[in-house]
């Protein structure tokens, strides 16, 4: 039998002492992706060091590179700078930083059944950013996307009531980035 969920606001107090360390980022990651019914290659978690955002979920992308806060193309970097957040339901039509996209997360070229893997289906159609404001301002960035072919076969359109719940997540986490 699962083990059931543990409630959010108690993870987010259990990763407090440690701070958002790699296996608390994969906690708090899977669980924001429960919370909405996606992946979890379709949460980010970003935290500001220094003038850049650097990913702290997924892992894969930590070492990928970062992104300027002066970067005009960035959702995340708008997210911040503005400090609010927002949706997109056209993603795949809007100008965005793309390099983070082009990265392999759910496998290594094929999927469970062996097939090629198809880097279109999984192209972000549909995207949520919000900020983590913490003591001194923002700290970090939430995002949470729908991957797939096209727009309707990602799945539903984010709603004000996602992006409320997404800000609430992102007030939560705030104390865990040190």
Not at 118 to 140: C, E, N, R, T
């Amino acid at each position: 039998m699962a083990t059931p969920a543990v409630p959010f606001p108690q993870l987010v107090k259990d990763c407090e002492a440690d701070g958002l360390t790699v296996k608390n980022a994969e906690k708090i990651g899977a669980e924001i992706a429960r919370a909405f019914g996606v992946q979890t290659h379709e949460v980010g978690i970003l935290r500001v060091e220094r003038q850049n955002l650097v990913f702290v979920y997924p892992v894969k992308l930590h070492n990928v590179g970062s992104i300027p806060l002066n970067t005009t193309s960035s959702v995340a970097v708008r997210t911040v700078n503005s400090k609010r957040g927002e949706i997109i339901n056209n993603f795949a039509q809007t100008k965005h930083t793309t390099i983070f996209e082009s990265v392999e997360l759910e496998g290594k070229g094929t999927n469970a059944f062996g097939d090629k893997h198809d880097h279109s289906v999984h192209m972000i159609q549909k995207l949520m950013s919000a900020p983590v404001l913490g003591a001194a301002g923002v700290v970090g960035v939430i995002q949470v996307s729908r991957k797939g072919a096209n727009a309707p076969a990602s799945g539903p359109d984010f709603t004000p009531a996602d992006l409320t719940k997404l800000s609430s997540m992102a007030a939560a986490i705030a104390k865990c980035f040190k």
